[in-house]
């Protein structure tokens, strides 16, 4: 089930001219591997990645990502070529335009370098492969705290309207931005914050004054590894799950599941390629190509996948579509 509360923010066109060079990269993938060719011969996974050589899961992640900008379909089992792909991108017929948006990204590289090209002075760039660890560390911290601070002020109004009670463990929740607001204004709240200590490092360093952190508790760790002797009346999971497989997910999510009051919360803010909303799940299916190719078996999951894996005691759970492009998926432990 999905509730959508809301047009999308003034932010948001803006995230969409960062990430546009996705749909493209993925267009481009489908032209070289000559995927639009092949559907017209067979419609079949598996013979598509014999045909293709391609490696059938990794295949499969890049046709629905294909199949949410409209350029394939899913009937029956078998994939299919849209309108406009059989028109455009396969190749042999007189219509066909692949080498022109292929010679597209040859011109690509060039853009790289607009800002050196436009200014009379060498810049240099805020991030680079050249960088240590900890210096990267900082940047994403940076970068992910600018987009929780904006994405909790749409959260802690759908909380705060189911009714929640403390304390808050924030898993994976970077420099504390959702806890932090969470507490605003509740009088003896208290949220542990679990996270790397790399990136709590980080945080410290973008927040140095103790009020910052007044009724957070930080601490560092692998989550996977840790025991808990307490349990908590709101889990929070942000942009976790989306970082582990199918099978490390399970185990994650029966673990929080396991910490949650009778009661109590669990919260899962991601991106999730199966909400009712269009461009969300557009970016969903994007989004988990970007987890394909920068983690080691990352994957955006389904709502459906994860309601499954809720222990029998948690009611079924329900998923919030966001005004921007990710949701929040919420269960409550019931009450023994």
């Not at 607009?114 to 560390?137: I, M």
């Not at 749409?154 to 932090?180: E, F, K, M, N, Y």
């Not at 942009?239 to 497989?245: A, E, P, S, T, V």
Request: proline fraction near 5%; charged fraction near 25%; include cysteine.
């Amino acid at each position: 089930m999905s509730e959508s509360i809301s047009t999308g923010p003034d932010w948001l066109p803006l995230e969409n001219m960062a990430t546009a060079y996705w749909q493209s990269e993925v267009l481009f993938a489908a032209l070289e591997l000559e995927l639009f060719a092949r559907l017209e011969e067979d419609s079949a996974l598996e013979a598509l990645s014999a045909a293709a050589n391609c490696r059938g899961p990794e295949l499969e992640r890049l046709l629905l990502a294909l199949e949410s900008l409209g350029l394939v379909e899913n009937r029956d089992g078998g994939w299919y070529n849209s309108k406009s792909a059989r028109r455009y991108l396969v190749s042999g017929r007189e219509s066909y335009l692949g080498d022109f948006l292929l010679y597209r990204r040859y011109l690509q590289a060039p853009w790289a370098k607009l800002s050196a090209k436009v200014s009379s002075q060498p810049l240099a760039p805020a991030l680079n492969a050249a960088d240590d660890y900890e210096r990267r560390t900082l940047h994403y911290v940076r970068a992910m705290d600018a987009l929780a601070r904006l994405k909790a002020q749409d959260i802690v109004p759908i909380l705060a309207a189911l009714g929640w009670q403390g304390p808050v463990l924030d898993i994976g929740g970077g420099s504390g931005a959702l806890s932090r607001a969470l507490l605003s204004g509740v009088e003896g709240g208290r949220a542990l914050l679990y996270e790397l200590p790399e990136v709590l490092r980080a945080a410290a360093e973008l927040y140095p004054r103790p009020a910052a952190w007044r009724g957070i508790e930080i601490k560092p760790g692998d989550f996977r590894q840790q025991e808990f002797q307490e349990s908590f009346g709101l889990v929070l999971l942000g942009n976790f799950l989306h970082i582990y497989g199918r099978r490390e997910t399970g185990e994650l999510l029966e673990k929080a599941a396991g910490l949650t009051m009778p009661g109590g919360l669990l919260v899962i803010h991601d991106y999730f390629p199966d909400t009712g909303r269009r461009a969300s799940a557009v970016k969903g299916r994007l989004y988990d190509i970007n987890m394909m190719l920068n983690t080691c078996n990352g994957r955006c999951h389904l709502s459906s996948e994860l309601a499954v894996l809720l222990p029998d005691d948690f009611e079924p759970g329900v998923l919030h579509d966001l005004p921007g492009d990710s949701s929040i998926f919420i269960s409550r432990r019931r009450a023994q």
